[in-house]
C-alpha cells in the first residue's frame, strides 16, 4: 500500500509544506485524516479546517501568497 505521501500529489504537499511554514493553526478532516488510522481508498482530495481567529487568517493569507494564490473576502 503506498504511504500518505506518496498518495498526494506535489501541489499538495506544497500547500500543506506552506502551511506549516507560516505556522498556521490547522486541521486536515475528511479523508486524508482518516487515511492515517484506516485503509479508506484514495479520492483524492484533502479537506483542511482553519483555526478561525484573525492572527492565522494572517498567516494564511501569507502562506497562500508565497503560493500564488488570494484569499476572498
Known sequence: MPTLTEQITQQQQRYLSLLNKHKVDYLTIGNLAMRKYDE????????????????????????????GKKLRG
Open 40 to 67: 479508506l481508498s484514495w479520492v483524492g482530495n484533502i479537506a483542511v479546517w482553519v483555526k478561525p481567529d484573525e492572527q492565522n487568517y494572517a498567516k494564511l493569507k501569507d502562506a497562500l501568497a508565497e503560493g
